[in-house]
């Protein structure tokens, strides 16, 4: 294979790494890669030797750094409206809790309308990266909601079959609703890491804290014995979780290095884990602080495992060094 | 040459637009096309293009899909959106508007 070609496998190389999601990155390295070797070919049509074809092409993009900077100024850095605009289902379920507005059936509505059409909208609409913490309460909301309707599913079965409690139909239930849950979580994971794992996080950050709620409540047995107002106890601890929670959205689509929004990320949840403890009355000795810091932890970036890096071989310019001639080799690559 | 290199600075994205409103066009094909319709007067360069098209996309005025070329080979191909439309309309009419006041001024 020609020696010329190594100059676009060195110009592809040096555009790596521009700290934009992986997705991305390789959906513009194959667009550069495609527009270099039509242009190549072009050249070569009016007699120009290869190596020079790719030496002009190349050198037509200009600085791989600069390519590099653009793109990463592009899609690696969120705008204050974007990221305020991500920031703001937080701040929202965090004025629910402040102000007790959960007890409202029509604020709950309103709320659930809000974030599932947001949800659907920023879908529908190339997925900005704003809409990532409206589908992670859109998911938290289907999830309880479909929990709820299975449980009166099942209590209705046990009413029928004259069943005292629900008994072994709680079983069923719950046993019926965890794989449910999981595969529409990971269903909902696997396309939103298409574009970057990253997001899969962002999207997922509310649901551990949701989830310690929603157990609390369990465990003290407040919601079914003791009467709503003793659940506004917990409000105010909620809505500073939920505001710590809106403001690292907002810095972590704002901060340009994925290495920095990582240790975003991993900050807040020990953050909120502590602030969860303190307010909560959770009393958590040091080892079992670092145990559930370190699942949470496990939990937000668990998402990388769905990252696809793609079979090397099968990038475009993976035929460059293989022994077909040119024009073989780059049909069957792109 | 480099008022002219300033000037095609200012107005790339609604030319982009413009050209991605007559077809879907992919990178290659809008360098190409830039310089044909303009009659080579504009040469817009690689660096300059892709980002622009990046841009407009995440801005969502425009959308990529690769799609095959007529040689058969997949292209990144930009389509342009209803909001990117709007977009267009509003450049034309305010180029239209700063056209005609430069032209007052130049006496041309």
């Known amino acids: ?334 | 040459m480099a008022y002219v290199k300033e000037l095609l600075k200012g107005n790339t994205d609604p030319l982009l637009l413009s050209l991605i409103n007559l077809r879907a066009m992919y990178g290659y094909e809008i360098i190409k096309e830039v310089a044909r319709r303009s009659e080579g007067y504009f040469k817009l360069n690689e660096g300059t293009l892709y980002p622009a098209l990046h841009r407009l996309e995440k801005a969502g005025l425009i959308e990529g899909r690769w799609q095959p070329s007529i040689t058969g080979q997949e292209r990144r191909y930009y389509h342009i959106t209803d909001k990117g439309h709007d977009v267009l309309t509003a450049r034309r009419k305010e180029w239209k508007g700063f056209a005609r006041a430069v032209e007052l001024i130049f006496g041309v």
């Open chain 1, 1 to 334: 294979m020609g020696e010329g070609l190594d100059e676009i496998l060195h110009y592809i190389n040096s555009l790596r790494r521009m700290g934009i999601s992986p997705g991305t990155e390789r959906r513009v390295l194959r667009e550069v890669y495609s527009h270099l070797e039509e242009e190549v070919r072009e050249l070569e049509a009016t007699g120009m030797p290869q190596e020079e074809a790719v030496h002009q092409a190349v050198a037509q993009f200009g600085p791989p750094r600069d390519i590099a900077q653009s793109m990463a100024d592009i899609y690696a850095r969120s705008s204050l409206r974007e990221a305020l605009a991500g920031a703001a289902p937080h701040f929202l379920i965090a004025l629910t809790f402040l102000f007790h507005l959960w007890q409202r059936p029509s604020w709950v509505v309103f709320l659930a309308t809000l974030t599932g059409g947001l949800a659907l909208y920023g879908w529908g609409r190339g997925k900005p990266a704003w809409f990532y913490p409206w589908l992670g309460y859109s998911l938290a909301a289907t999830l309880s909601m479909l929990f709820s309707a299975m449980l009166l599913a099942g209590w209705s079965v046990s009413r029928l079959l004259d069943t005292p409690g629900m008994g072994w139909g709680l079983w069923v239930v719950v046993g019926a609703y965890v794989p449910l849950a999981l595969g529409i979580l990971v269903a909902v994971a696997g396309r939103v890491a298409q574009q970057d794992w990253l997001h899969v996080s962002l999207m997922f950050l509310p649901l551990p804290v949701l989830a310690g709620w929603a157990l609390r409540l369990q465990q003290q047995d407040k919601l079914l014995e003791q009467g709503r107002y003793r659940l506004q106890d917990m409000d105010p601890g909620m809505a500073v979780i939920l505001a710590v929670l809106a403001l690292s959205v907002i810095a972590f689509l704002r901060l340009r290095r994925r290495l920095l929004k990582i240790s975003l990320l991993l900050s807040t949840t020990v953050g909120v884990l502590i602030v969860l403890s303190l307010s909560q009355g959770v009393p958590l000795n040091f080892l079992g602080f670092v145990l559930v810091a370190s699942a949470l932890a496990v939990f937000l970036l668990s998402p990388a495992l769905l990252d696809h890096h793609g079979d090397p071989k099968e990038e475009p310019w993976a035929s460059i060094h293989s022994e077909e001639p040119l024009a073989q080799g780059w049909r069957r690559a792109v």
